[in-house]
């Protein structure tokens, strides 16, 4: 890199790198979550013995400094930052987008207009600015944090609604130079482009800070002329940095003679270098003394915890937006720098620190492997020692100090797959990036503060005698139709489950949202408290301090899903929310879903989805009382809207798809059977009246559907809507069309599927079948065969010994004919079947096949 002409515009920037350094400034460019950056920068500090050394990390951060530093405090770890925001007519202007998506929800939630913006800042233990503060700790350096705080950096950047990271590298992946470099080292994405020129680096390369820290700037500055100043200022990179130059130019001419190391991402440096410059080298403007002023106070609106960690989620956090993914590989990466620095007398290479990492990791991920069934065959020991020599030929031949990450996956790919990559299943590659990913989890000091959600679940599960002090799973028995306080427990942990905090996993009790074990009078759920539940509510803070108004906010954007989603069975997935708020105790917003849930009702064309979405109602009527519900009026009037807007879409049963109509079938008996359990309070009759009158007006258009034309006429004939006479009419009409015989087995399957006892209690329908049989030709009695044999398996053994003894009377069959097994034989069968025996015996001889039967 250092070979290649460089902009003029860098070429400056060089020159006042040197003039900084000059006066003791010196910058140390990074990449966020790099062991080589890291290690570079221990070589920086211990050979500068810097009395300040600053980190581009927001200045309200400051406060942690001590818990940060306290020997209890291990990494994986982050700061968590929240800060409310005013939401005025001036922020709605500076983005129209929040405006008509937010504004009223927020004004309805919020009387004061506030929302909430979270931030992490994760460290691990090879992040160059966890090094740095450790090393400052070390030689008794002052540190200061010199970034914008937080509530400044949101209102510069308002447009995001989540949570993100402060160490974002979005403009690293997407600018067109790395891409064009990734294409002319022959790169897949910028990650391996920066492992192949950085952190495979030889690690004496890696200790010349001068000239690493040198690349480094180049390879970020070269990122960075891809945009233009409007583009960084929209984005609040350019405040970002006039903040840091402000700051950096204070401390010097404070403290004139003070041996500064300044620690940010490589992205900014470009604009520190030149505005230092621009400021002749030290002194800020006056003017930017008083913004910076003004935006170090902003600082106290910022809430900070410091927070546990896993590698897990820093891994899933940062490999969309910052920093290095795998962090157990470069963990391990880092412990090899660091035991090569303390035994540097030593002659083992950087190649064979580097090969051993390799061995450990395909170790473990070959050991995982083989404990997932039918992975045996691809990982013994030829493919795993080919594997290893893939990836060490790999990188000799990539110019590598030994395998790298990438190298690693290569070796895989090309070892322990035999086929295309493209059938591999997912849960193999999810089982090697979870292996170099890695679950370690941070360690904070016990007496620091908590984010206040956390606080809240754990006092309210304290309040409510959940045992939290230990790790072992336990199981609770809540009362929860007598127990008004145990009611108030199912109700936290229904809310705990629906948010995926992982505390409590239901094992049995009334599920109302399928409607089984409604009559249990007892729930049992076994609960556990660990650090991924504290992990999980940290996660949830970014979205707010009570749980109640995270989990409106859920069920919110699920409704708003429907509406983009086109509305399709719109109605079954809002009663399911209907349900969750019910049995969360969400009282206030379940009145507001109900009200959804009755404009949905309104435009879903699912027939199945509207029946079912009745029965789920029917649920909620029946537990009223239990859920506290004080809305039976509502619930009773949608009750009765759903049968009436059902009705309409009767037609969709006409469908003459085989698979469809076995579909509608269902789908007419669970129709059915809300008619029948509606309350008492709506005109049952009526609507049931309805319901056969509909499905009357129906039966002309039923001539390509026969499974439903016998499926209606059945339930009419069990409900009294059709006597037996005209149930008997109707069936010989349908055996009539003997000659299709298609149409009268499938008419007979729509019978035996929803009232199989008909075939004992109407003489007519064991007639009309045993006629039909009678004329059909044998090609077609085998064809259907499989489908009659279906259709009686619908009868218990009884009925079956009822229909035999019918048919055997019919024909005068002895008891002894109908027997399928033989009980007796005469000394004449017995003389033909040794006979027979003899003969294929004789036969095999004949042909040598003795020999052939044996194997």
């Known amino acids: 890199m250092g070979s290649s002409p460089l902009p003029q515009r860098l070429q400056n920037a060089l020159i006042c790198r040197d003039a900084l350094q000059q006066a003791q400034i010196y910058f140390a460019p990074v990449r966020h979550h790099s062991p080589a950056c890291s290690y570079a920068l221990r070589q920086l500090i211990t050979q500068i013995k810097p009395t300040h050394i600053l980190i581009e990390a927001p200045a309200s951060f400051s406060e942690k400094l001590e818990e940060l530093l306290n ?20 922020v709605f202007q500076k983005n129209e987008e929040y405006s008509e998506e937010y504004k009223e929800d927020d004004k309805a939630n919020s009387p004061s207009h506030q929302i909430t913006r979270s931030v992490f800042y994760p460290f691990c233990s090879y992040s160059p600015e966890w090094q740095a503060m450790q090393l400052a700790k070390q030689y008794n350096a002052k540190i200061q944090f010199i970034d914008l705080p937080w509530a400044e950096q949101v209102t510069q950047e308002f447009t995001s609604l ?21 294409k002319k080292l022959h790169c897949r994405d910028h990650d391996e482009v920066w492992e192949h ?10 200790a010349d800070w001068q000239t690493f820290f040198e690349d480094t700037f180049i390879w970020c500055a070269m990122a960075r002329l891809d945009y233009d100043s409007s583009s960084l200022e929209a984005e609040g990179s350019s405040q970002r940095e006039q903040h840091m130059l402000t700051a950096i130019g204070q401390l010097k001419k404070s403290t004139p003679d003070a041996k500064i190391v300044v620690v940010t991402g490589g992205f900014h440096t470009l604009a520190l270098f030149e505005g230092l410059w621009q400021n002749k080298l030290l002194l800020p403007k006056r003017t930017d003394i008083t913004r910076f002023n003004r935006q170090q106070k902003s600082g106290d609106r910022d809430r900070t915890w410091l927070i546990r960690y896993s590698f897990d989620r820093l891994d899933a956090l940062n490999g969309y937006t910052a920093g290095m993914n795998s962090p157990a590989y470069y963990q391990k990466s880092w412990q090899s720098m660091l035991t090569y620095e303390q035994n540097s007398n030593q002659p083992q290479t950087t190649q064979c620190y580097r090969k051993t990492q390799l061995i450990d990791f395909l170790s473990i991920i070959t050991d995982k492997l083989r404990e997932k069934q039918n992975c045996s065959d691809a990982i013994g020991f030829i493919p795993l020692k080919s594997a290893i020599e893939q990836a060490c030929l790999l990188a000799e031949l990539r110019g590598h100090y030994g395998p790298g990450r990438y190298d690693l996956l290569d070796g895989i790919q090309s070892a322990f797959i035999k086929g295309s990559i493209h059938d591999v299943r997912s849960d193999f590659w999810q089982i090697v990036y979870r292996s170099l990913s890695g679950n370690q989890l941070g360690q904070i000091p016990n007496d620091i503060a908590s984010p206040p959600l956390v606080n809240e679940v754990y006092s309210t599960l304290k309040k409510y005698r959940f045992k939290l002090d230990d790790t072992l799973p336990k199981t609770t028995h809540i009362d929860i139709y007598r127990n008004p306080e145990h009611r108030q427990r199912s109700r936290f942990l229904h809310l705990l489950a629906f948010l995926d905090v992982g505390f409590a996993n239901r094992l049995d009790g009334p599920n109302y949202q399928y409607g089984t074990r409604l009559t ?7 609960y556990l408290w660990t650090p991924m539940v504290e992990a999980r509510l940290i996660e949830l803070s970014e ?10 906010q859920k069920l919110q954007q699920s409704i708003e899903q429907l509406t983009e989603d086109g509305m399709a069975q719109s109605c079954l997935c809002a ?7 019910a049995l969360m105790g969400l009282q206030t917003y379940f009145s507001q879903l109900l009200v959804k ?35 039976s009026s509502t619930l009773l009037a949608l009750l009765a809207k759903v049968p009436k807007q059902a009705f309409f879409l009767l037609d969709t049963l006409k469908q003459s798809d085989t698979e469809q109509q076995q579909e509608n079938l269902k789908t007419l008996l669970l129709f059915r059977n809300l008619i029948n359990n509606l309350p008492d309070k709506l005109d049952v009759k009526k609507l049931k009246q309805d319901f056969y009158l509909n499905l009357h007006r129906l039966q002309p258009l039923l001539s390509e559907a026969p499974l439903i034309r016998g499926a209606i006429d059945s339930i009419a004939y069990l409900d009294s809507q059709i006597s037996q006479s005209e149930f008997d009419h109707k069936i010989k009409m349908a055996f009539e069309l003997g000659s299709q015989y298609e149409q009268a087995s499938s008419y007979f399957m729509g019978i035996m599927q929803c009232a199989p006892e008909l075939i004992i209690h109407s003489s007519q329908l064991l007639t009309s079948l045993d006629e039909l049989l009678a004329n059909w030709k044998q090609d077609q009695f085998i064809e259907i065969l499989p489908d009659l044999r279906l259709a ?24 002894e004919d109908m027997s399928i097994e033989q009980y007796r034989f005469s000394e004449e069968e017995l003389q033909k079947t040794l006979s027979l025996e003899l003969s294929i015996s004789q036969y095999i001889h004949q042909q040598q096949l003795q020999d052939w039967f044996k194997q």
């Not at 989540?162 to 990734?182: F, G, R, V």
């Not at 009686?792 to 008891?815: D, G």
């Open 71 to 90: 020997n209890k405090t291990e990494p994986p770890i982050a700061i968590l930052c929240q800060t409310d925001l005013q939401v005025d007519e001036v």
């Open 162 to 182: 989540q949570s993100k990271s402060l160490l974002s590298e979005t403009y690293l992946k997407h600018s067109q130079y790395i891409t064009q470099l990734a």
């Open 197 to 206: 020129l950085f952190e495979l680096r030889n690690f004496t390369d890696l």
């Open 520 to 526: 249990i009078m007892f729930e049992d759920w076994q």
């Open 543 to 552: 979205q707010g301090t009570q749980l109640e108004q995270i989990a409106i």
């Open 575 to 581: 009663v399911k929310g209907v349900i969750q708020a």
């Open 597 to 631: 849930l009755s404009s949905f009702l309104e435009v879903d064309s699912n027939l199945l989805s509207l029946v079912d979405c009745g029965h789920r109602l029917l649920y909620l009527w029946q537990g009223r009382d239990f859920l506290a519900l004080n809305v």
């Open 792 to 815: 009686f398996t619908q009868l218990t053994p009884k009925q079956n010994a009822i229909i035999a003894e019918k048919i055997s009377k019919k024909y005068s069959a002895e008891k």
